[in-house]
């Protein structure tokens, strides 16, 4: 009876084991916020204040503005006085470049966790006079490669960060010059 009893307990600690460690219900993604938890009071992390908004743009014209717009008049002999302040993209769009990026870093062995924006320039030479020698953004996924890990009983990754996954960026969003709010 005794050895009945330790292999319950041992059935106990693996079922409460599986349980801490499982991903969960593996057809939805916790991380993703949907219409109806907006719709329960859930707000993302790291959302900041109108006012805070405002702040970071009047900062930004402050140190920055000044410098950035001087370059282009110089770089386009005058033709040109601003620079794009802001980049945009239609919910359609970024939704179809999320789902693809998933996709490709799926075919690829990747885990994708996150977007990453770089800043750019367009080029003086084939390109349409309103985008030459202007700034612009483009999108980037971001995240790891899944398998060939060690097992581990704690479940943090100490050996190094995301990285840039090797799928093709987005860019061509439409730009402005104007400040926030706009």
Known sequence: MKKLSYIILGFIIGAVITYYFS?????????????????KGFKPKNIISIEEAK???????QYRCKAVDSCIKVQTNG?????????????????????????????????????????????DENEPD????????FMVPRGHKKGNQKASMIPFNFAGGDTDIPIPPMNNSSGGSGGYPN
Do not use: C
Not at 24 to 29: A, I, L
Not at 130 to 136: I, R
């Open 23 to 39: 991903p969960g219900n593996p057809g939805v993604d916790p991380s993703e916020a949907t219409s109806e938890l907006a719709e």
């Open 55 to 61: 702040k970071l743009n009047n900062n930004w014209s």
């Open 79 to 123: 033709q040109k006085g601003h620079d794009n302040r802001w980049a945009e993209w239609s919910i359609k769009d970024l939704r179809q470049y999320l789902a693809y990026s998933r996709y490709e870093s799926r075919k690829l062995g990747y885990k994708m966790t996150g977007v990453r924006f770089y800043l750019g320039v367009y080029g």
């Open 130 to 137: 309103n985008k030459k020698l202007t700034t612009t953004m």
